[in-house]
C-alpha cells in the first residue's frame, strides 16, 4: 500500500491550495480516505473524510473553506483549501481506510500559510 500526498508549498493568508492523495496498492474504491494534519507541536487533528460512497466530512475548524473530492478512476483524493489562515499551518497527510481496518498512512505534504 502507498499513498503519496503533494501539493503542499507556501502561500500567503487568503491564498489556496489544493492537495492531491495518490493510492495504489489498494482497492481504491473500497476506502475511505482521510485528510489529517499536525502542527508543529500539536497532535495530529481530523481534517475531512472522503467515503467510498462519496460522502465527505469535514472538520469544523476548516468546514466551508476546505472541500474534499475523489477520482476513483485515478484513485486520486483532492483537498481544495480556500481562504488559507495562518493556523492552517501544518503537515498534511493522508490515510486509506477499509472498513474497520487499520488505516494506512502516507508521507505528508507541507502547506504553510504566512500572515
Known amino acids: 500500500v502507498q499513498l503519496q500526498a503533494s501539493g503542499g508549498g507556501l502561500v500567503q493568508a487568503g491564498g489556496s491550495l489544493r492537495l492531491s492523495c495518490a493510492a495504489s496498492?489498494?482497492?481504491?474504491?473500497?476506502?475511505?480516505i482521510h485528510w489529517y494534519r499536525q502542527a508543529p507541536g500539536k497532535q495530529r487533528e481530523f481534517v475531512a473524510t472522503?467515503?467510498?460512497?462519496?460522502?465527505?466530512n469535514i472538520a469544523d475548524s476548516v468546514k466551508g473553506r476546505f472541500t474534499i473530492s475523489r477520482d476513483n478512476a485515478k484513485k486520486m483524493v483532492y483537498l481544495q483549501m480556500n481562504s488559507l489562515k495562518p493556523e492552517d499551518t501544518a503537515v498534511y497527510y493522508c490515510?486509506?481506510?477499509?472498513?474497520?481496518?487499520?488505516?494506512?498512512w502516507g508521507q505528508g505534504t507541507l502547506v504553510t500559510v504566512s500572515s
Open positions: 472522503i467515503r467510498n460512497s462519496g460522502r465527505a
Open positions: 496498492g489498494i482497492i481504491f474504491s473500497h476506502n475511505a
Open positions: 490515510a486509506a481506510q477499509q472498513g474497520n481496518y487499520a488505516p494506512n
